[in-house]
């Protein structure tokens, strides 16, 4: 996913400040060796400490290579962090983020509206005015009605699955509505949280406050949708742009080209640079020919930023060291145990999982402490308020070494002494996700628990590990896989994960099914508070019980090496998404 963002203070940012910054900053880090491009290499870290080779310059092919798709190009349907970032070329929401490095880069601002919303009704009402000049791709002007109908599209879950379901549950928490393709009324517009008075404004009535509401705003899922343009669960083989950007081709699996909108204009967006004439995205499932042609040149970055394979980036430390950023992250690298699938439904299976794994054989294979991050002992990043040093299994005191005792003896009391039979699935595409699960595999043999890896394609994720159904059907008791927050709050992180009121048939993210009565009140009590701080006390709660029960097994708070060409102008690594570069700023040397 990712998928990120807490009640930190808030200012206006457009576009005009990044464009500045990219005349006035230095490129950080100083290389100044041609490599694997026309331009010149910022230098090592560069694009983590500052804006790496700074520029205003329009021009160019800005050239993607991914080992994996999108999940989708729908923006209701798109859940991974990289496509939410590579949506800002061609989908606006009400709010977004600001175009900055680092921190600063999740602070919320003005995107389709003028103004942050106006609060009222006891944090209840949100009222926005939409900006003037902004525009389809086809140039009829982007409505408030064209807002309130993208967003109904999440309700549509039998249609269009897979993306964040926080509008929904926040705006419909009974699910009253059925989605505008059920929608009897005759302009389909008939959620009735959702008040559109005129083209212009556009309100939101929530049953209840919630203090991340316009988190939840800028992400894909708030996009308008022309309902004439929609064409369903099609609407991915060709979105209908209002960015800065339009689909000029898309094949999927294999490639993607954007094109410039001319239709869009830029004194509407304070968000978007849209320095690149064109845009393309090409998709190679070797991790390793991927490394090898963006070192060579060929490509300037690489869609998924999930770091280069081992070879990959041995080789670019050592020859062009200044074209690489060690990005720290926050996602987690975990295992979802599937409490559904037997023996897990017993706690003390789960638990003899957890001390029958090597946290250290798992972190050496995805590339120690520098490129694989710190070993995780819960499931909280520690950047979102209530992440604690909770380590209820001992792994940091063993130094992520097995215990062996202890999981045999887990082991005998569910009732399995000598072990038992599952399924590991991995994603074939996912850098180091395989190895991970393989020496999982390795620990756990030595304790009687037999199981066998299952690869598949990441973009299907939400078709298998995603559906209840399958996970069960074909036994993968445990599933290897990350997530980054939604935005930086226990909500944000957390609430997909393990709120037994998220569970759907497909795209489910809950793969544990985890359903606890009280986990579930802990998100209720802490969304009621309003001081960030007490809600963060509360959301460290929810975090040790989710600990207690065992249900995911967390490996590293991951970093990775990310490679940008010596083409690429205004990199910098961006909190809004999880430390990937903000794509929507990114230029490139012609």
Not at 57 to 79: A, C, E, H, N, V
Not at 196 to 211: Q, R, S
Not at 473 to 497: A, C, E, H, I, Y
């Amino acid at each position: 996913m990712t998928p990120q963002r807490s009640s930190r203070t808030r200012r206006i940012a457009g576009a005009a400040l990044v464009v500045a910054a990219l005349t006035a900053t230095a490129a950080c880090g100083g290389g100044s060796k041609k490599e694997g491009g026309d331009g010149k290499a910022a230098g090592y870290n560069a694009g983590t400490k500052g804006i790496a080779n700074a520029s205003a310059k329009k021009g160019g092919t800005l050239k993607f290579i991914g080992k994996q798709d999108l999940d989708s190009t729908d923006p209701q349907r798109q859940y991974y962090g990289m496509s939410w970032d590579f949506s800002r070329f061609y989908a606006r929401q009400l709010l977004s983020y600001a175009p900055k490095a680092g921190a600063a880069g999740a602070e919320l601002t003005p995107d389709l509206a003028k103004a942050k919303g106006v609060v009222s009704n006891d944090g209840k009402t949100y009222t926005y005015q939409l900006r003037d000049g902004i525009t389809w791709e086809d140039g009829s002007p982007i409505t408030s009605q064209d807002v309130k109908y993208g967003i109904q599209r999440v309700w549509a879950t039998d249609v269009i699955s897979g993306g964040p379901q926080y509008l929904r549950q926040v705006l419909d928490p009974k699910t009253e509505y059925k989605g505008p393709y059920k929608d009897k009324s005759p302009d389909k517009l008939g959620l009735k949280a959702i008040e559109t008075p005129d083209a212009k404004t556009i309100v939101f009535n929530l049953p209840k406050p919630n203090g991340d509401f316009e988190q939840m705003l800028a992400m894909p899922s708030g996009s308008p949708v022309k309902k004439e343009k929609d064409t369903g669960g099609k609407y991915q083989l060709k979105p209908f742009s209002s960015g800065p950007y339009k689909f000029e081709s898309y094949a999927p699996k294999k490639s993607i080209v954007l094109v410039r909108n001319d239709k869009w204009q830029k004194a509407s967006d304070p968000i978007r640079a849209a320095l690149p004439d064109k845009v393309t995205v090409t998709i190679n499932s070797n991790i390793e020919a991927i490394d090898e042609l963006l070192i060579k040149g060929e490509y300037d970055l690489d869609l998924n930023a999930t770091g280069m394979s081992q070879a990959g980036r041995t080789k670019a430390l050592k020859q062009h060291k200044g074209n690489v950023d060690n990005i720290e992250t926050s996602f987690i690298r975990y295992v979802d145990i599937a409490t559904k699938v037997e023996p897990f439904d017993d706690i003390e299976c789960r638990k003899a999982v957890m001390y029958a794994a090597d946290y250290k054989s798992m972190q050496t294979v995805r590339g120690g402490p520098e490129a694989g991050g710190d070993i995780a002992t819960n499931m909280l990043p520690k950047a979102i308020k209530g992440a604690s040093d909770y380590d209820p299994y001992g792994v940091l005191a063993r130094d992520g070494k097995p215990d062996i005792a202890k999981a045999k003896a887990a082991l005998k009391e569910c009732g399995k002494p000598d072990g038992f039979t599952t399924n590991i699935s991995a994603r074939s595409n996912n850098p180091g996700e395989v190895a991970t699960a393989e020496a999982l595999q390795e620990s756990l043999k030595a304790v009687g628990i037999q199981t066998e890896v299952e690869t598949i394609d990441g973009a299907e994720s939400s078709t298998i590990t995603g559906s209840p159904a399958v996970v069960k059907k074909r036994n993968l008791g445990l599933v290897m896989t990350g997530w980054g927050p939604d935005f930086p709050t226990g909500q944000g992180f957390s609430q997909p994960l393990v709120d037994g009121r998220f569970i759907v048939p497909n795209g489910n993210y809950n793969v544990s099914e985890t359903n606890d009565p009280k986990i579930n009140k802990f998100f209720d009590d802490a969304l009621r508070e309003t001081d960030p701080e007490k809600a963060g006390q509360i959301y460290q709660q929810m975090n040790h019980a989710v600990a207690d029960l065992a249900v995911m097994m967390p490996i590293v708070f991951e970093k990775n090496f990310t490679w940008r060409s010596s083409r690429l102008t205004n990199a910098y690594s961006s909190a809004a998404y999880n430390g990937r570069y903000d794509y929507a700023s990114l230029g490139v040397v012609k």
